[in-house]
């Protein structure tokens, strides 16, 4: 039986541009796989100062070319006007109409900030340049972004990126479920009623995972990390743990009214479907 049709919900696979024909290949293979789940959408990410900007594209297309619904991210730091302008444009020209709008962060040695500051300005730009041409995902933080000087500024800065005309939010990826509730309930307590999709990151390598939640401040909760590290170099172990982990907290977040969940896959299909035919969706 098909459930995920009557499921209510938004499901999606993120993955990010391969820059290698072998990665390319490898891609189609993992989308023909994922799309057998029947997911929403699938995203793409974009190198912040537009450093995949060709490749997000291509990644788009080919995606869609395969027959599945997909959109691309875009992100202002480092851009001009012009730039993203230009890049709007190509995206609607080739019939895109879904996006995921972000600031990005600065690479590394890249003196310039841009034009934009902030991912609210981007929205904004985006509604005036394009009105109500693109649907509009933005990024929430329920254990708040790394660079917000408190959780309450960060919660009234998403709140900005809604009011410029974000559509829903995809979150970054936590292990704490009640860090989501709470977050979703603060925003509720302001008015704020568009959707917020919890970002999901299926556990592989540990390694992996622990520089990523370094770089972007995502916790991974002691007794996790203290289970992962034990585990060393066993990976069916590390994968097993992680399964039970990731599909325990994807249950607490659908019982308790998540709308969806959006997987940051790593362009590998088999942990992501692994969790989703679990589930059950
Ligand atoms: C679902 C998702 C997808 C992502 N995809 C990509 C991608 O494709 N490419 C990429 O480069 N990165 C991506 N990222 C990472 C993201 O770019 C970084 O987390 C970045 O540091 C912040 O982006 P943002 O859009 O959330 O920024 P913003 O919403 O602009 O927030 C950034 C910081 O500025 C603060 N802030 C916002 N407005 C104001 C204001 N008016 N005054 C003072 N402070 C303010 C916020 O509190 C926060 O601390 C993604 C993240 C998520 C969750």
Not at 105 to 112: C, V
Not at 237 to 253: H, M, N, Q, T, Y
Request: with cysteine.
């Amino acid at each position: 039986m098909d459930t995920h049709k009557n499921l209510q919900g938004t499901f999606s696979f993120e993955f990010f541009p391969p820059n290698t024909p072998a990665g390319v290949e490898k891609l189609r293979l993992t989308t023909r796989h994922l799309a057998g789940l029947k997911p929403a959408f699938f995203s793409v990410t974009f190198g912040a100062g537009g450093s995949t900007r060709e490749r997000t594209l291509g990644t788009v297309l080919d995606i869609r070319a395969q027959g599945y619904p997909a959109a691309p991210h875009i992100s202002c730091i480092a851009s001009t006007r012009d730039s993203v302008r230009e890049m709007l444009d190509r995206y609607r020209q080739s019939g895109i109409r879904h996006l995921v709008a972000l600031r990005g962060d600065l690479p590394s040695g890249l003196a310039t900030a841009g034009e934009f500051r902030y991912a609210s300005e981007l929205v904004a730009f985006i509604r005036k340049e394009f009105g109500q041409q693109f649907r509009i995902e933005v990024a929430a933080y329920p254990e708040y972004h790394p660079q917000a000087r408190s959780a309450q500024e960060d919660l009234a800065n998403f709140r900005r990126k809604v009011e410029a005309g974000a559509d829903s939010a995809i979150t970054q990826y936590f292990y704490n479920a009640d860090a989501y509730f709470h977050f979703v309930d603060q925003c509720a307590a302001m008015g704020i009623t568009i959707p917020i999709v919890p970002g999901i990151m299926p556990i592989g390598r540990f390694s992996q995972l622990a520089r990523f939640s370094d770089a972007c401040g995502a916790e991974i909760p002691r007794w996790i990390r203290k289970k992962l590290e034990g585990y060393v170099d066993d990976t069916a172990s590390i994968r097993a743990f992680g399964l039970d982990v990731v599909c325990r907290l994807c249950e607490k977040l659908l019982a308790n009214g998540a709308p969806g969940l959006h997987f940051y896959t790593l362009n590998q299909a088999e942990l992501s479907a692994a969790i989703w035919q679990r589930l059950g969706l």
